[in-house]
């Protein structure tokens, strides 16, 4: 039998029918003026999704698959390093990719060099035919995928490129292709060129793109290609923009419209998709101009007098902790007095976790409104948590088991 009273006063009757005798002394249930946290509603410029500890395990999970071919073994490498993470056996890894390397193929080549700038110790050897071959291919004859795998692989094998010559034939052939995925490709592309050459006609694609996005209900925006294509679209973005320095032409919340379509996935089909959210997680998390930042309670979301301490996690979208941060209640209000019970209230540090003792304020029952806001960098965004409500509760509930 379940009972709900509140302290000093006459148990309330059950329904209809119950019977109202004291139970034998059994085990009890007591929830004491607990302050039960809801993040609810009203969060406009609050991430509704992030990379969690189980969604990077999942992540990792697809991005370990043993190797199939060069390009699977592309997509793991690198995909695992944009997660700050290495694979197993980097010996194996390099001597995978050297064994599997076409001399004669630009794709190939581009896969190699990728892998092997990421790999400790990893080392090839270029021939001079190798090198006219992918000289070659940066022309306007070839398609942008052609382009860009080949300045790409001429980078990372660092080797000679001139640079002005690459952009006018990415420029001409990019009239040609005006296709979302080779215009995040002509992005990268020009990444990888000297910052000597005029970048500024392919910088203000991604503003281009940006207007290309769907906007599904307000919360979420991606390219109707899907995450995969739009995933790729903010590592570009951000890597050009860090290259060439300049903020990208994205919004507020723009930026956490596409971290929820893009966080979203959980599971994902194919290797590519995997590579794609892993390079989105590592470019959200280290960039020049923007770090978005995710605010969540640690562990139940209630404070009582037995556990008075607010507990909130502050990370960024791969959940690493942003320990460096300074953490402040602005104000909590009475939702029904509008009275400001509390104000510019730091939260403490303890260990990864940032704290706050709201019951020393003793607040009546109700619901309350926080604002919370974080700083201590001047790339955060969605750092301003507003309208987080509070319930104060004076009630116990008992739950006595008949013997």
């Known amino acids: 039998m379940t009972r709900w009273y509140a302290p000093g006063r ?31 509603g009203a969060q406009a410029l609050a991430p509704s999704h992030h990379l969690s500890a189980q969604d990077l395990a999942r992540l990792r999970a697809a991005l370990e698959r043993p190797f199939t071919d060069l ?22 890894a390099c001597n995978f990719v050297k ?15 990728q892998s092997i700038r990421v790999l400790s110790g990893c080392e090839v050897t270029i021939s001079n035919e190798t090198r006219e071959l992918l000289l070659a291919a940066v022309s306007e004859d070839s398609s942008i995928t052609q382009i860009f795998h080949a300045v790409g692989a001429l980078s990372s094998f660092g080797l000679p490129l001139a640079s002005q010559e ?21 992005l990268e592309t ?32 991606q390219f109707e290609e899907g995450i995969e294509t739009t995933a790729l679209f903010v590592a570009a973005a951000y890597k050009l923009s860090d290259h060439v320095g300049t903020e990208p032409a994205m919004k507020e919340e723009q930026i956490i419209q596409l971290i929820n379509a893009i966080f979203s996935k959980k599971n994902f089909e194919t290797l590519s998709e995997a590579f794609s959210v892993a390079r989105a997680a590592g470019s959200l998390s280290h960039n020049r101009y923007h770090l978005p930042v995710i605010i969540v309670p640690d562990g139940p979301a209630a404070v009582s007098h037995h556990q008075p301490v607010l507990r909130l996690q502050v990370t960024n979208v791969m959940s690493k902790p942003l320990t460096q941060a300074s953490v402040k209640l602005d104000y909590a209000k009475s939702a029904s007095t509008k009275a400001t019970v509390l104000q510019q209230t730091p939260f403490a540090l303890s260990g990864e976790v940032f704290e706050l003792n709201f019951m020393n304020v003793k607040p009546a029952s109700g619901y309350y409104d926080f604002s919370i806001s974080v700083d201590g960098d001047n790339r955060f965004i969605a750092n301003r948590v507003e309208h987080v409500f509070f319930w104060h509760m004076d009630w116990i509930l008992a739950q006595d088991y008949d013997q």
């Open 10 to 40: 006459k148990r309330r009757r059950g329904p209809a029918g119950s019977s109202n005798k004291m139970a034998a002394p059994g085990r009890r249930l007591c929830l004491v003026e607990a302050l039960l946290l809801l993040l609810v």
């Open 190 to 221: 020009a990444s990888y060129l000297s910052q000597q050459a005029d970048l500024s006609g392919i910088v203000e694609e991604i503003e281009d793109l940006v207007a290309r996005l769907d906007d599904l209900g307000g919360v979420y925006l």
């Open 71 to 92: 390009q699977a073994a592309y997509h793991s490498i690198v995909g695992l390093h944009s997660l700050g993470l290495r694979v197993a056996d980097e010996k194996a």
């Open 166 to 186: 690459a952009l006018s034939a990415l420029t001409a052939r990019l009239s040609k292709e005006e296709n979302v995925l080779a215009t995040i490709q002509a």
């Open 99 to 113: 064994s599997h390397v076409d001399s004669s193929s630009v794709d190939s080549l581009f896969y190699a060099a």
